[in-house]
């Protein structure tokens, strides 16, 4: 409750430091509205820019500064987008909701090191988060830290043994860490509570394949083997 009290503080005074100044609340209101609108119909543009007269006039506040953030990342402007995301977390250095979109960001750029650091910033205060642990998980796996993230994905599933997204990423990191057999099985029960899951689709197809291929070479290496065989003893008797 304390914590949510200060966190009210901080908005509250950056709302009424703008009240103070220049723009009326209505001004404001409108500002924010019709950015709201424009976001609604896809017009990212135009609802950044609705918003400029109120940064303009109060670039230190922490809401105009997230919303920005989000809008820039909406319009695929990252490097704006972290900017002003950067900027609101300064401001309120325990605000999750700027930390996940910073994480989205980073993920699209495939910046895999900052995905993990954003996503344990997110377990220091939610060892149970479902956003920071899936990302970690993602994240551990890109950079093929796949041990952690098997213990991550079954940490989670622990608490939700249906959840698709955990049993999709452990199911991969096995298949990964070449724990096929136990990543086939994963992808079988899978499949059979959510039976048009696409990726168990194609990880037990790759795993059919996989096996098929490998019986596939131990028979001809078989066969190999047993003509070399047959051929060694043809040789002993002509000799």
């Keep these: 409750m304390k914590a949510l009290r200060i966190y009210l503080i901080i908005v509250w005074i950056g709302f009424a430091n703008c009240f103070a100044e220049e723009m009326t609340t209505e001004a404001i209101k409108s500002c924010y509205h019709q950015s709201y609108r424009h976001e609604s119909q896809n017009r990212y543009v135009d609802a950044i820019a609705d918003l400029k007269p109120v940064y303009l006039n109060y670039p230190n506040t922490y809401t105009v500064n997230y919303r920005l953030g989000w809008l820039y990342y909406l319009n695929k402007n990252f490097a704006n987008a972290i900017v002003h995301l950067n900027k609101a977390t300064a401001i309120l250095p325990q605000s999750t909701e700027t930390i996940t979109i910073l994480i989205y960001i980073y993920q699209i750029q495939y910046n895999w090191d900052q995905v993990e650091i ?122």
């Design 118 to 239: 954003l996503s344990v910033q997110l377990l220091k205060q939610d060892y149970y988060s479902i956003e920071g642990n899936y990302w970690y998980a993602v994240a551990l796996k890109m950079q093929g830290k796949y041990d952690l993230a098997i213990k991550i994905s079954k940490k989670m599933l622990a608490l939700q043994p249906t959840s698709k997204k955990f049993l999709q990423e452990l199911g991969e990191v096995l298949f990964l860490n070449e724990y096929v057999e136990e990543s086939q099985a994963l992808f079988t029960n899978l499949i059979i509570l959510y039976p048009q899951n696409q990726t168990a689709q194609y990880y037990l197809k790759k795993i059919g394949e996989l096996k098929q291929k490998n019986a596939t070479y131990i028979m001809k290496r078989n066969q190999i083997y047993g003509e070399q065989i047959n051929f060694s003893a043809q040789e002993k008797g002509d000799s």
